[in-house]
Every structure is written in C-alpha cells, then in structure tokens.
T-cell receptor, first 118, second 110 residues
Framework: DAGVIQSPRHEVTEMGQEVTLRCKPISGHDYLFWYRQTMMRGLELLIYFNNNVPIDDSGMPEDRFSAKMPNASFSTLKIQPSEPRDSAVYFC????????????????FGPGTRLTVL | GQQLNQSPQSMFIQEGEDVSMNCTSSSIFNTWLWYKQDPGEGPVLLIALYKAGELTSNGRLTAQFGITRKDSFLNISASIPSDVGIYFC??????????FGTGTSLTVIP
C-alpha cells in the first residue's frame, strides 16, 4: 500500500490567498484525521471524519478553515483567506476502525504539507 | 486544546546508552500512545497502551501506562543512531480525540 498521500508537500503563498491541501487516505480506512503541527502548539487535531462524515471539528481554528471529504478516497482542507499565523505543517492521518479500540488498530500519518504564508 | 507535558525536552546520549522519557497530564486517560517522528515525515506509532499499569514492549522499546492514568513512560534500551528523532506521547479518553505531548528530541552520538 502507498500509505497516506498528501499534496502538495510544500506550499508558499501570500496572505489573503486561498490554500487547499489534499489527502488520500489508505484504501479501506474509515477514519480520516487532519492535524496541524507548530513549534508553539505541537500537534493539534483539527477535524476527523468517519465514513466521509465530519464527526468532530472542534479543533478547527476559525471559519477561515473548512474541510471536506466528498468520497472515501479524498479529503481537502481549505484555508480562505490565509494568514501568516496559519504557517505550519498540516498532517492527514487515516485509520481503519479508529484509534483506541483495544489492540485493534493504529493511525497512519501522511508525510505532511509544509505551509508558509507570507 | 489540552497539551501533555513531556520531559526531558531534549536528550543527547552516547550510542549504547539507555533512554527514559515520560509524559504527564492533568487529566486521566484510558489510552496512551507513543510516536516517533523523523525530520520531514509524519509521526509513526511505536506503542499503544490501553490499561493502567500495562507494560508493553516493541523490540528495544518499552512503554508503561502509569497507574494513576495521568502519566506514561517510554524506555529505549541500547540506543543506536537510527533512534534519533522526536518522540511524542498522546493520550485519549474518547478513542479518536488524542492530545499530543510537547515532544522529546533525541540525539544519539555514535
């Protein structure tokens, strides 16, 4: 399996521009997670989906952020308009049954998208 | 969001030495995970713990779920250069909402 695929790997944009990050989860996985990693705040869960339905978006910073999962093999995280404080590494992760079911499954992370907003 | 405290923040050790790091939380968790992240990559799960007091090994790595359920520990025995990276703990009560630690950066000197 190719693992979780994210694109682009690097994105540099100017403040105010729209940014779209893409993720292809591992085939057959029912859960998809979006995380953000910064030096100041570490790894934070933004939103996660189960069977393409958003379950918990309480980590989404504000209305400028939106995430969609139109089908089981594709998800997007959009920032509009982008701001310099959005600069971070954004990770997508997927799992088959969700993490925490004893001894059953694990969460696989993609390589991340490094976003720089100037 | 909630953040877990990891210590130490960074470690510089000689190859062959053992390593210990820990993670503490103000909240009780029923699941603890330990990840390793290499530069430019996403975290990779090392060990998962599901029961207070549980001790689990993965090769040279051993992790323990603290009895108070507010802490966890990771030990690496006989470190090697490829152990270099940042180690994160993560805790959860809900199974999918995980809170991550601040990370421990490990450098192994050959």
């Amino acid at each position: 399996d190719a693992g979780v695929i994210q694109s682009p790997r690097h994105e540099v944009t100017e403040m105010g521009q729209e940014v779209t990050l893409r993720c292809k989860p591992i085939s057959g996985h029912d859960y998809l997670f979006w995380y953000r990693q910064t030096m100041m705040r570490g790894l934070e869960l933004l939103i996660y989906f189960n069977n393409n339905v958003p379950i918990d978006d309480s980590g989404m910073p504000e209305d400028r952020f939106s995430a969609k999962m139109p089908n089981a093999s594709f998800s997007t995280l959009k920032i509009q308009p982008s701001e310099p404080r959005d600069s971070a590494v954004y990770f997508c992760a997927s799992s088959l049954l969700g993490v925490g079911l004893a001894g059953v499954d694990t969460q696989y992370f993609g390589p991340g998208t490094r976003l720089t907003v100037l | 969001g909630q953040q877990l405290n990891q210590s130490p923040q960074s470690m510089f050790i000689q190859e062959g030495e053992d390593v210990s790091m820990n993670c503490t939380s103000s909240s009780i968790f029923n699941t603890w995970l330990w990840y390793k992240q290499d530069p430019g990559e996403g975290p990779v799960l090392l060990i998962a713990l599901y029961k207070a007091g549980e001790l689990t090994s993965n090769g040279r790595l051993t992790a323990q779920f603290g009895i108070t359920r507010k802490d966890s520990f990771l030990n690496i025995s006989a470190s090697i250069p490829s152990d270099v990276g940042i180690y994160f703990c993560a805790g959860s009560n809900t199974g999918n909402q995980f809170y991550f630690g601040t990370g421990t950066s490990l450098t192994v000197i050959p």
